[in-house]
Every structure is written in structure tokens, then in C-alpha cells.
């Protein structure tokens, strides 16, 4: 497993790319999944999403769930990257890759990594609405503490 | 008296207007260090809400702090 399983991106990056680091004559699958951002959420009409990630803990955990996935399937292998900063409508703000002699392990180990990284790693989304309004997601109510001062 | 050095991401960041201060307090655990700075920045989240790291580690709240130790709020997270 390589030391860079899960990153962080700043930019723009090609999954292709990403996949062919993945290659491995004894793979007989590969399983990857792309996070989009979406022009909605809730019933908002979403404009923009912005990414902040702790980087410190976030690659650390990252790299722990990779290593989870690893020793709960038979993966040959598996990287996730995801992107922080300001992303726009359908740009892709996450992606993992999972490589395995047979495909039920790959498509176990990428939705076990996508899964996990969505609950566990220390990223926040700021959306920012058509209507000119933001607010951080899973922060509701501070996001209307904000908006009333 | 121990001196902490904090660092704030996310809506906490937004906030406090800060992203890292270093403080002097007598908090003994980062519940206690929270319920300080939600006082006095009024920060909108509650204590329960968040998780602690500290030295770059996912910590309990009721971890006891060491002077010079780095501690991190973690809002929920919304990766993705």
C-alpha cells in the first residue's frame, strides 16, 4: 500500500490518471466511484461548494480507512483523493479507486472507502446558495446563527 | 496556567475570525476549554456537537490537556 493512499487536492485531477497508478496484472476488477458536486441540496438551489479540510488529521484518518479496506477485503488496491477549496456545478470533489482479483471485493472496498470518508474525516463543505446566502452542511442552525447577524 | 495553541477550521474559523491562537487558561479538558471560547466567541455550535483532536489525534473531551498541547475542534463533518 502506498504511502499517499488518500490525499488531499488543491486541484483539479484526472481520474484516469489516478486509476493507471492502480494497475496490476493480477486485477481482474476496478471499481470507482466519483463524488460530483450538485446544483441542489435539500431543496436549495446550490451555486458553488467550498471544501476545508484539517490536513494534518484528515490524511492520517484517510490513510486508516484505506488500511481498513484493505484488511476487510481482498483489495489489490485502493486510493481515494479529495478536493478542497472552492469547486464548481459538476466538478468532482471526490474519488476512489479500488482494484481487486474479483469485482465483488473492488465494489465492497470503494463503497466501504467513500462511506467511511464521508463520516469520518475531518472535511467540511460550505454551500453557497443561488440566492447568495452559505451555509456549512450538518450546521443548520448555526448557518441561521450567521445569517441573523 | 498552561498555554494552548489552537487551531479553528470550518464554521468555527468563520467564527472566531482566526485560524490558529495560542491561549493562556486553566481549562483541564477540551469541554472545558470549549465551554470557555463558546463564551466568549459565541460560537453557535454545542459542545456535543464536536469531537477534539489533540497533537494532531481524535481525542475524548474529557482527555486531560498538557501545557503547549495543540487542540482542534471538529464540527461535524461533511466530506464528499
Redesign the interface.
Known amino acids: 500500500m502506498s504511502e499517499e493512499s488518500f490525499q488531499l487536492s488543491e486541484e483539479v485531477f484526472i481520474p484516469k490518471e489516478q486509476a493507471k497508478l492502480l494497475c496490476d496484472p493480477a486485477a481482474g476488477g476496478y471499481c470507482a466511484f466519483e463524488?460530483w458536486v450538485r446544483d441542489h441540496n435539500e431543496g436549495r438551489p446550490v451555486k458553488s461548494l467550498e471544501?476545508?479540510?484539517?490536513p494534518?488529521?484528515a490524511i492520517?484518518?484517510g490513510s486508516r480507512i484505506i488500511k481498513e479496506a484493505h484488511k476487510k477485503f481482498e483489495v489489490l488496491g485502493a486510493n481515494c483523493i479529495?478536493r478542497t477549496g472552492h469547486l464548481q456545478i459538476g466538478e468532482i470533489?471526490?474519488w476512489v479507486g479500488a482494484t481487486a482479483k474479483h469485482r465483488e471485493e473492488a465494489f465492497a472496498a470503494c463503497r466501504y472507502i467513500?462511506d467511511e470518508?464521508?463520516?469520518?474525516?475531518?472535511?467540511?463543505?460550505?454551500e453557497h446558495y443561488e440566492d447568495g446566502n452559505s451555509g456549512?452542511?450538518?450546521?443548520e442552525?448555526?448557518a441561521a446563527?450567521?445569517h441573523s447577524h | 496556567m498552561k498555554t494552548l495553541h489552537l487551531q479553528y477550521f470550518a464554521i468555527l474559523r468563520e467564527q472566531r475570525g482566526l485560524t490558529n491562537e495560542s491561549m493562556q487558561t486553566n481549562a483541564s479538558t477540551p469541554a472545558q476549554l470549549y465551554e470557555e471560547l463558546k463564551c466568549k466567541y459565541q460560537f453557535s455550535l454545542e459542545s456535543e456537537q464536536l469531537r477534539a483532536a489533540v497533537n494532531g489525534e481524535f481525542t475524548s473531551m474529557d482527555t486531560s490537556l498538557s501545557d503547549e498541547d495543540e487542540v482542534v475542534y471538529i464540527p461535524p463533518v461533511a466530506g464528499g
Open positions: 463524488g471544501y476545508e479540510a484539517y494534518e488529521l492520517k484518518e479529495h470533489a471526490v467513500i470518508v464521508k463520516s469520518r474525516v475531518p472535511i467540511w463543505k460550505k456549512w452542511v450538518r450546521c442552525h448555526c446563527h450567521e
